[in-house]
């Protein structure tokens, strides 16, 4: 009977343990989102805010926002097609000369500001990579777009 009640608590505290860090990684998840919804309403709203659009491999669209002041610029895309499992769509920012930097992964929403600072980004670029993204493009761009100044 002991060893009965013992296995039982043993089984609630790790069902505890595990609903508690259940919620923590949510609380996690939704302050990431605040911060990143707060990051895109500073861009989008910033006084020079300026816009690009264009189409991503054939029918999928695509803007790109640029705040200089804010040094940050928005991604937003619709109709990428679904990739294969392993792959994600990673943006890129073009600093002249053919060099790219990575600028983030595309979330499944298609909406993201682009990892790290505008700087002297003239374009930037969207590639098909592995999942966790690339250090450097390994594909051919699907898109790749001026930044407007």
Do not use: K, N
Not at 24 to 35: G, K, N, P, S, V
Not at 76 to 104: I, K
């Amino acid at each position: 009977m002991l060893a009965a009640c013992l296995a039982a608590a043993a089984a609630f505290g790790g069902a505890a343990v595990w609903q508690h860090q259940e919620a923590r990684q949510a609380e996690q998840r939704a302050e990431e989102a605040r911060r990143q919804a707060d990051a895109m309403a500073r861009v989008l709203a910033a006084p020079d805010a300026r816009t690009a659009s264009g189409t991503v491999d054939g029918d999928a669209r695509a803007t790109v926002v640029v705040s200089r002041t804010e040094d940050r610029a928005v991604f937003l895309a619709s109709g990428l097609p679904e990739l294969p499992e392993g792959r994600t769509y990673q943006l890129w920012f073009a600093d002249g000369g053919g060099a790219m930097r990575p600028a983030g992964l595309l979330p499944d929403d298609g909406a993201l500001v682009m990892d790290g600072p505008v700087g002297t980004a003239t374009g930037m670029g969207i590639s098909v990579e592995p999942a966790g993204g690339s250090a450097e493009p390994t594909t051919d761009p699907l898109a790749v777009m001026e930044l407007p100044s």
